[in-house]
C-alpha cells in the first residue's frame, strides 16, 4: 500500500522534465506554505543516479552514497533539511545506479525486496511532510517501480514527439506492474512539458494522441508548461528555480543597463529576459496537482 501525499514523478524517456517539475513544483508549494504561516513542509527525492535536483535547487551534489546506505543498512534516510525555506531533499548520486544489481540479486535469494525497504524507510519520516515528490531515472526498472509502490499517485511529464509518448506507454507498463503489489495506486495525470506558446494545434494533437494511449486512465492537466529553453539554461546555471528567476531578471536589467550607461563590458547576464510567463505555468500546475491528490484522496476514502 502506498503512502498519502507521496507522489512519483516518472517518464521512460529522459530529458522530458521530470526533475524540472519536481524542483519547481515543491519549491513552489513550500514557498506557499511559507507565504501562508504553516509550518508544514515538503520533502524532495532524488532516485536518479544522475542527481539532477541538486542542479535545479544548487545544493552541493551528492555521490548518492548515504542514499545507498539507507537501503542497504537500514540507516535513516539522509535528509538535507531547508534547502529552501520548509523544503527538504534526500539527493541522489552516481551509487543509486548499484541499487537494482544489489536489490535483484537480495530477491533471487529470498532477501527484501527494495519495495518494502523504500516504503519503510519513507514511512519513517512521510508523517511530517504536506508532500513528497520522488525523482526517478527513465530506465531503471527496479527503482522505479520501488517509487511508485510506496506512492498515492504517479504524474507522467511528456514532450509532444514520439520517443517521449512512446515513453509514457512504458511508464503506463511499470504502472500496471506496480499496481498488483499497490492496489492504491492512481495516475494523477500527464504534464505536457516544453510545448510552444503559440502551439495550440500541437497541445491538442498531444492530447489526443494521448487519450489513445492511456484512455480514461490518467487525465492531462490543463496546466501545460511553455517552451523556454534560454530560462532552462538560466536557472540550472544559477542553481535557481524558475519564479527565484523571475525575480532576479529583475535586477539583472536593472545591472545591465547601469553597465551599458556607464560604458561597462556586461557579463554573465541571464540569456532569458522575461521567464514570467514559464512561473506562472509553474505556479498553476502546482495548484493543479494539489487540486487532483486532494481529489484522490477523498475517492480513497
Do not use: C
Not at 21 to 49: C, F, I, K, P, Y
Not at 98 to 107: I, K, N
Not at 269 to 291: F, H, M, N, V
Amino acid at each position: 500500500m502506498g503512502i498519502n501525499r507521496v507522489v512519483t514523478v516518472g517518464q521512460g524517456k529522459g530529458g522530458v522534465g521530470k526533475t524540472s517539475l519536481t524542483g519547481n513544483v515543491g519549491a513552489m508549494l513550500a514557498a506557499d506554505l511559507v507565504e501562508s504561516g504553516s509550518s508544514g513542509r515538503v520533502l524532495l527525492v532524488d532516485m536518479d543516479h544522475q542527481g539532477n535536483l541538486a542542479r535545479e535547487l544548487g545544493y552541493q551534489p551528492d555521490s548518492g552514497d548515504e542514499f545507498v546506505r539507507s537501503m542497504i543498512a537500514d540507516s535513516p534516510l539522509p535528509v538535507i533539511r531547508d534547502v529552501r525555506p520548509q523544503l527538504d531533499v534526500v539527493p541522489g548520486g552516481p551509487s543509486l545506479g548499484d541499487l537494482s544489481a544489489f536489490f535483484g540479486a537480495r530477491t533471487q535469494r529470498g532477501g527484501g525486496s527494495l519495495d518494502d525497504v523504500f516504503i519503510h524507510q519513507l514511512g519513517e519520516v512521510a508523517g511530517e511532510y504536506e508532500l513528497i515528490l520522488i525523482d526517478t531515472p527513465p530506465g531503471d526498472r527496479i527503482v522505479v517501480e520501488a517509487a511508485m509502490a510506496a506512492s498515492a499517485a504517479v504524474i507522467i511529464p511528456t514532450r509532444s514527439d514520439d520517443a517521449s509518448l512512446d515513453g509514457v506507454e512504458r511508464v503506463a507498463e511499470r504502472f500496471m506492474a506496480v499496481r498488483d503489489r499497490n492496489p492504491d495506486l492512481q495516475l494523477a495525470g500527464v504534464v505536457l512539458f516544453a510545448i510552444g506558446s503559440r502551439s495550440r494545434r500541437l497541445e491538442r494533437d498531444v492530447r489526443a494522441t494521448l487519450q489513445k494511449v492511456l484512455g480514461d486512465a490518467a487525465p492531462v492537466f490543463d496546466t501545460w508548461i511553455r517552451s523556454l529553453e534560454t530560462a532552462a539554461v538560466d536557472a540550472r546555471r544559477r542553481g535557481l528555480l524558475v519564479h527565484e528567476l523571475e525575480q532576479a531578471a529583475g535586477a539583472d536589467k536593472a545591472q545591465r543597463i547601469a553597465k551599458l550607461r556607464a560604458k561597462e563590458e556586461i557579463t554573465d547576464a541571464l540569456y532569458s529576459r522575461d521567464p514570467s510567463g514559464l512561473a506562472d505555468d509553474y505556479s498553476k500546475l502546482t495548484r493543479e496537482i494539489l487540486q487532483r491528490v486532494v481529489q484522490l484522496e477523498q475517492v480513497e476514502v
